[in-house]
């Protein structure tokens, strides 16, 4: 029987994580993720989830400790914020490259300096390159079913990729929200127990992560490409799988909103795109030919998703809510990812960027307005008329 | 119309305050006000040493007052004064 | 000509005044019975914090909102209420030396929680320019009805609040305001709140001191 619950995208992931019964939780505090160890501790004090807590000395402790909890072969969990997930760097790509599936989840915050508790993607994004699957969530619901799609896809015997359930910090991990809380039978039904097939275990003991020559490495590596890749078909079958059990219908990687005769579309994730959607219906009716699209996966890029939908549009305004300096195109990183997914596309569109939403500001209509109306200039001119744009700073309308 | 953000100083470098930073003022923090005693007191300034905000002013000829710019009402020096010469009054009972 | 909308014109937006720590619980549970009343009368809600205050700094002035619309809200992600229908102080000396009316909307009404009458309020009520929009100030002594403050971090940190909503001050100063307000009938606070008697009580002995053209007790009887 689903519970009708209100509370924030944190608490629905900490609903997720006692549905699925996890075994271990890392925790140290970084607002926002702080919401999670204060909710995990709570459940675990008044005996409504059984898992282990450690709490560590600092976020790289953190990954560590998830990293080895999982290699004995425990369903494990983090998360973090802000710098808090810099300061893990180290552990990323040992934890991909050992196949070690556990589950991090991810109140965004802007990184120093100085001190910002305000949502922005750079600090997930920053860590792209370590072999993570990861996305955004824009609501709490999603969170919810994120979290549960993406202990399927991760721990599935022919993945076996840690992953991020990322969401804005304060917007979707403050904010309370209606959500549902799906039924543990369905839950069951959906997710196996965790059994990995290589585990730390003294009676079959294993070496994890040992010394290798060169020569090694490229097909240790070439594994690690063709795992992720594999990932993406992965992805279509466990979000149709999750549609048909739990009754909500998620695009797998590009959610197309008002689609239908927009020449022109915002590509952008997280939740900003829901004010986006509520815009985008003003900008209808005021005859902008405009629509937008979600991402909901960065890691495994949907590169084919994208592809198919491309020329359907002649200019696509990709909003960046984080930083890349120096980035080719002046823009974040979405901009670069978009760029490239669709270069050889034929009759592909102009892709322009826009930089909003930094330091936790909110993206307001008005300035949805602004972006829409540019990106109609660039509709005119039929060419960039600027690569990038930082919105309030070198905004041409 | 473009939002206009304020003026930030290079890389967040601020001045360091030397006597009072008149960037937090948190005299509007305060809920209740600290009065002294004067036939009470003593000088013994442990409301002046324990002040976390440096909000006791200790001037020998004058005594001990309280800079009420800054001073938040936290309590510290009513609650450690040996002589009870300090009362904690709501901020709303004075006219000012 | 870049596109101006009017977007959620009918949505009330309450801001709830508190001081950070020792009674930032009290401003979010007014936000969130008001909320929560408003949602049984079949309206959309939204109840929050305000998240760059950093009210883990004890004695701060902090906020908490609630919104409540006839349509779906679709400001969601907006998340500082930029047009105050109706502004309560959870603690009387907010009423000096903050900034609660800017942003104020013409007929908007103050509640103070404070044993004082009104009217010995009015010394501190600014900025003057602000009070033409004023449709009256409200106090309600909430203290003598809650039972005791509560003292909480944890809705702070955005994780799941289990005390009681409005077990303290903040069942008595949201009947007050509502009935001050009129934006949530006092069936459906009742029906939200834990402590409905101090609800009940905050609705009847709130004091309400209407003003007019920025002036108390200004205005025209009819006759």
């Known amino acids: 029987?689903?519970?009708?619950?209100?509370?924030?995208?944190?608490?629905?992931?900490?609903?997720?994580?006692?549905?699925?019964?996890?075994?271990?939780?890392?925790?140290?505090?970084?607002?926002?993720?702080?919401?999670?160890?204060?909710?995990?501790?709570?459940?675990?004090?008044?005996?409504?989830?059984?898992?282990?807590?450690?709490?560590?000395?600092?976020?790289?402790?953190?990954?560590?400790?998830?990293?080895?909890?999982?290699?004995?072969?425990?369903?494990?969990?983090?998360?973090?914020?802000?710098?808090?997930l810099t300061y893990a760097a180290e552990v990323y790509s040992p934890i991909a490259g050992g196949r070690c599936p556990i589950q991090a989840v991810v109140g965004d915050r802007t990184l120093d300096p100085p001190g910002d508790f305000g949502s922005e993607h750079t600090d997930c994004l920053t860590m792209r390159d370590n072999g993570w699957i990861f996305g955004w969530a824009q609501d709490a619901q999603e969170a919810l079913d994120n979290s549960?799609?993406?202990?399927?896809?991760?721990?599935?015997?022919?993945?076996?990729?840690?992953?991020?359930?990322?969401?804005?910090?304060?917007?979707?991990?403050?904010?309370?929200?209606?959500?549902?809380?799906?039924?543990?039978?369905?839950?069951?039904?959906?997710?196996?127990?965790?059994?990995?097939?290589?585990r730390l275990d003294v009676n079959n003991p294993v070496i994890m992560g040992p010394q290798i020559t060169p020569e090694m490495g490229p097909p240790l590596e070439w594994d690690r490409n063709v795992v992720m890749q594999r990932a993406k078909g992965k992805i279509v079958e466990v979000t149709e799988e999750f549609g048909r059990l739990f009754?909500?219908?998620?695009?797998?990687?590009?959610?197309?909103?008002?689609?239908?005769?927009?020449?022109?579309?915002?590509?952008l994730q997280g939740a900003h795109a829901v004010t986006c959607k509520s815009a985008v219906k003003y900008l209808r009716e005021a005859g902008y030919p405009v629509g937008m699209l979600r991402l909901r996966w960065l890691r495994p890029f949907p590169d084919e998703a994208l592809q198919a939908i491309a020329s359907k549009f002649k200019v696509i305004g990709v909003i960046d809510t984080n930083t890349s300096y120096g980035a080719a195109g002046g823009g974040g990183v979405l901009l670069v990812e978009t760029r490239a997914a669709i270069s050889e596309t034929p009759d592909k569109p102009i892709v322009q960027g826009f930089t909003s939403g930094l330091g936790g500001e909110v993206i307001s209509h008005d300035e949805f307005f602004r972006m829409a109306e540019m990106m109609r200039k660039t509709l005119e001119a039929g060419q960039l008329v600027q690569s990038s744009t930082w919105v309030n700073f070198n905004d041409y309308v | 119309m473009a939002k206009s953000y304020p003026e930030v100083p290079f890389a967040a470098i601020v001045p360091c305050p030397t006597v009072e930073n008149d960037k937090m003022v948190t005299g509007n923090w305060r809920s209740v006000r600290p009065v002294v005693d004067m036939e009470a007191c003593t000088s013994c300034k442990l409301c002046w040493l324990l002040c976390p905000d440096a909000s006791v002013v200790y001037d020998e000829a004058e005594g001990i007052s309280f800079n009420l710019k800054y001073c938040k009402g936290c309590g510290i020096c009513s609650s450690v004064c040996p002589v009870d010469a300090i009362r904690d009054v709501p901020e709303l009972d004075f006219i000012d | 000509?870049?596109?101006?909308?009017?977007?959620?014109?009918?949505?009330?937006?309450?801001?709830?005044?508190?001081?950070?720590?020792?009674?930032?619980?009290?401003?979010?549970?007014?936000?969130?019975?008001?909320?929560?009343?408003?949602?049984?009368?079949?309206?959309?809600?939204?109840?929050?914090?305000?998240?760059?205050?950093?009210?883990?700094?004890?004695?701060?002035?902090?906020?908490?909102?609630?919104?409540?619309?006839?349509?779906?809200?679709?400001?969601?992600?907006?998340?500082?209420?930029?047009?105050?229908?109706?502004?309560?102080?959870?603690?009387?000396?907010?009423?000096?030396?903050?900034r609660y009316l800017d942003g104020a909307k013409p007929e908007c009404v103050v509640v103070v929680n404070s044993a004082r009458e009104p009217e010995a309020l009015l010394r501190w009520f600014e900025p003057a320019e602000s009070l033409p929009l004023v449709k009256a100030l409200a106090c309600i002594d909430a203290n003598s009805f809650g039972a005791g403050v509560t003292l909480t971090f944890d809705g702070t940190e955005g994780a799941s609040d289990d005390t009681k909503i409005g077990a303290g001050v903040g069942a008595a100063v949201a009947g007050a305001a509502a009935k001050a307000s009129g934006c949530v009938k006092l069936e459906s606070l009742l029906a939200a709140a834990d402590n409905k008697k101090a609800v009940q009580e905050g609705w009847d002995q709130v004091r309400v001191l209407p003003f007019c053209d920025g002036k108390p007790n200004a205005c025209e009887t009819p006759s």
């Open chain 1, 148 to 198: 549960l799609m993406y202990f399927r896809i991760g721990e599935d015997p022919d993945i076996m990729l840690p992953q991020i359930v990322a969401m804005d910090g304060y917007f979707v991990t403050h904010i309370t929200q209606d959500y549902e809380v799906p039924d543990q039978d369905l839950v069951d039904r959906f997710l196996p127990p965790f059994k990995p097939k290589f």
């Open chain 3, 1 to 98: 000509m870049t596109l101006s909308v009017e977007v959620d014109p009918n949505m009330v937006e309450i801001t709830v005044w508190t001081r950070g720590v020792t009674l930032a619980k009290e401003a979010r549970d007014v936000a969130t019975l008001l909320a929560a009343a408003g949602a049984s009368e079949g309206k959309y809600t939204q109840s929050f914090d305000n998240y760059v205050d950093l009210p883990d700094r004890i004695g701060v002035a902090c906020k908490s909102y609630a919104r409540i619309s006839p349509e779906p809200i679709q400001t969601f992600y907006e998340y500082e209420n930029g047009h105050h229908d109706v502004i309560v102080l959870a603690e009387e000396t907010l009423i000096k030396g903050q």
């Open chain 1, 1 to 84: 029987m689903t519970t009708k619950k209100r509370s924030t995208g944190l608490t629905a992931v900490c609903d997720a994580w006692q549905l699925v019964d996890i075994d271990v939780t890392a925790s140290f505090p970084i607002r926002p993720y702080t919401a999670v160890m204060a909710e995990v501790a709570k459940r675990i004090a008044n005996g409504q989830m059984k898992c282990e807590m450690v709490h560590a000395e600092g976020e790289h402790g953190q990954f560590s400790i998830a990293h080895g909890a999982s290699m004995a072969g425990a369903r494990a969990t983090t998360g973090s914020s802000g710098v808090g």
């Open chain 1, 247 to 267: 009754g909500r219908h998620y695009a797998p990687f590009v959610e197309e909103y008002m689609t239908e005769g927009a020449e022109m579309v915002f590509l």
